[in-house]
């Protein structure tokens, strides 16, 4: 008898399950490897050349701790939604990402339009985008319909 089995990774289960979302495949499709390429053509040695590879999980990252809390217990919005805020140390120990690189790969992130930061008293906030739109060569498009292009100087 050939049962179907309902697999682990049954995507039906995790869209009626708790903490879960969805991204735009043309991140991974297109525009990371854009990034990185522009990246690498910055640097022409191949030895010692400063890796790019941590900006996926670095955008992964800050995604998966979105404040999804629209407003606050006394009613009023809530300036926390939308943003992620772990600390420099908290993305450190858990990505294991040297300190000194996280403000690079959060400034490419922002170049590239896939987080808006943003200095408060006590930190960071990080506004990633959901990135709703992407062009065929592998470019974030604003809501004007424009290529957001970073500054390539965003790569050194």
């Not at 050939?2 to 969805?22: F, I, R």
């Not at 590879?53 to 995604?63: G, K």
């Not at 690189?101 to 985008?129: F, H």
Request: aromatic share 10%; proline share 5%; charged share 30%.
């Amino acid at each position: 008898m050939d049962e179907k089995k309902v697999l682990p990774n049954d995507k039906a289960a995790l869209l009626s399950a708790n903490n879960y979302e969805m991204y735009n495949l043309d991140l991974l499709r297109k525009v990371f490897p854009r990034i990185i390429a522009e990246h690498d053509a910055q640097f022409q040695r191949k030895q010692r050349k400063p890796q790019i590879r941590d900006v996926i999980t670095l955008y992964f990252y800050l995604l998966s701790y979105v404040d999804g809390k629209h407003t606050r217990s006394d009613g009023s919005k809530s300036d926390r939604f939308g943003a992620s805020f772990p600390s420099i140390e908290k993305i450190t120990t858990d990505l294991g990402i040297a300190t000194k690189r996280i403000k690079p790969l959060a400034d490419i992130l922002e170049a590239n339009g896939l987080i808006r930061q943003k200095i408060v008293w006590n930190g960071k906030w990080y506004y990633p985008s959901f990135c709703p739109r992407v062009s065929d060569d592998g470019y974030l498009v604003n809501q004007d319909g424009e290529k957001i292009v970073p500054d390539i100087s965003v790569y050194k």
